[in-house]
């Protein structure tokens, strides 16, 4: 089973995903991380990569799909994945089509209000990197490890409106891309009461 998350910022995507990998034994594939680690393995995508963000510069869609398509041929993928992150844009969700067969698109519909609450909220702790947010933990140290929580300098509401009006323009067109096997579940819920529907439903479609 092959599953996208798609959603804005902050609408708990990296969570959910981690949740239904554990459960339905599926490979959490983030994007971003994806990234992280070819560059630092040193892998020829990665070396590529590197190049156009060291100038700056957005890496091509042609170099995210080869590491893509390198890291969903893996044998621990053999049972399906979860992308987080990807696709962003209704091109890179063609040139997917041509690599993997997704089973499922789960949309998580978050209020842009939400949104910007959960950014200006968001807390990092500086040694183990646990994320909280003020609205249900208010303290200043790390609830696991003790060290001090630190905002992060672009969870600022100039930042997150810009990443809502990119969203909106390229990345919300894939909700009617994806219309023919879309699951929406409201995200503003805890993550347990978000996640029951979702659960549900994969039980079903499993």
């Known amino acids: 089973m092959n599953l996208i998350l798609l959603g804005a910022p902050f609408s708990g995507k990296g969570t959910l995903a981690r949740q239904i990998a554990k459960d339905f034994g599926l490979v959490h594939i983030s994007t971003g991380d994806l990234f992280r680690e070819n560059i630092k393995d040193g892998t020829e995508v990665g070396n590529l990569a590197k190049s156009y963000m060291d100038k700056g510069q957005l890496v091509p869609d042609s ?3 080869a590491m893509l398509k390198e890291r969903i041929s893996q044998k621990d993928c053999k049972k399906g994945f ?3 992150g990807f696709p962003r844009t209704i091109e890179q969700a063609k040139a997917l089509e041509k690599i993997a067969k997704i089973d499922a ?5 978050v209020s842009f209000d939400e949104v910007r609450r959960r950014c200006l909220g968001r807390r990092v702790c500086s040694k183990c990197g646990e994320i909280y947010n003020t609205s249900t933990y208010n303290k200043t140290t790390c609830k696991a490890c003790g060290s001090p929580l630190f905002q992060r300098d672009d969870d600022n509401l ?4 810009h990443r809502l009006e990119v969203y909106e323009k390229q990345t ?3 909700i009617n891309f994806y219309a023919d096997r879309l699951f929406v579940v409201k995200g503003e ?4 009461e978000t996640y029951k529907p979702v659960k549900n439903f994969l ?4």
């Open 82 to 84: 979860v992308l987080d």
């Open 203 to 206: 039980k079903r479609s499993d």
């Open 189 to 192: 819920n805890s993550p347990q």
């Open 158 to 161: 100039e930042t997150v409106n």
């Open 105 to 109: 698109v789960i949309e998580l519909d």
């Open 172 to 174: 919300s067109p894939l």
């Open 63 to 65: 170099v995210t799909i």
